[in-house]
């Protein structure tokens, strides 16, 4: 799809990693147009910028998201994840920013009842 025809909200590659539009504008010149893309990532919420040519193709990504509960945190910050139809994933990273240190706290006070939402795109 050409990139005139990307939306806010919609999901892209920009280098190489999954983002999100968050905003986007375009500037016109005697030349052509372009397009100004700001963008999040999706796994990290790093903020991320793009000028392209609206005669650039871009590929608009899929991004699966599925929901999951959390069984256990070994002390090596590993977890167990049961997902709707009962299947286990064992030793998954519980992330180092603010919401793996969230989700931690939590399971240090007792809560047992956690539901995680994992991200999945570009085979990442």
Known sequence: MLAGEMRKYEYRDIGGRPCYIVDRSESRSGFGSEFHFISKDVFTGEKKEDLVSSR?????????????????????????????????????????????????????????????????SMGL
């Open 56 to 120: 650039l193709l871009l590929s608009r990504l899929e991004v699966q998201w599925e929901q999951k509960r959390l069984l256990s945190i070994s002390e090596g910050f590993l977890c167990s994840l049961v997902s709707d139809n009962k299947i286990i994933e064992d030793n998954v990273e519980v992330p180092n920013r603010i919401l793996g240190k969230a989700i931690r706290r939590l399971w240090a006070d007792g809560r047992r009842k956690i539901t995680v939402r994992i991200a999945q």
